[in-house]
């Protein structure tokens, strides 16, 4: 995932608190992921208009860490969120 890519949730995915579970949840058809504080953190962000470099300087600014390693984090995650279709970039 590059700087410039920019990532948003596709149409019939989103974030949704389960009352249930008491947990956050990535929603989609027919699938559900429980997410953990950190996935949280990092979808919450996600808008459909700032880049992914954005993303990553805002969460380094958030939470005082290096951005490279949020970055790192963040791509990988990202990554196999879109590998199962609950990503998209633009």
């Known amino acids: 995932m590059s700087p410039a890519d920019i990532p948003a949730l596709p149409r ?8 249930v579970r008491e947990t956050w949840v990535l929603l989609a058809p027919e699938r559900t992921v429980t997410l953990d504080a950190v996935a ?24 005082n860490a290096p951005q490279e390693q949020i970055a790192a984090d963040s791509a990988g995650f990202l990554g196999a969120l879109r590998n199962r279709r609950f990503l998209d970039l633009r």
């Open 12 to 19: 019939g995915v989103r974030l949704h608190w389960d009352r």
């Open 40 to 63: 949280h953190a990092i979808l919450s962000e996600l808008d459909g208009i700032r880049s992914f470099g954005e993303i990553t300087a805002a969460l380094a600014a958030k939470y």
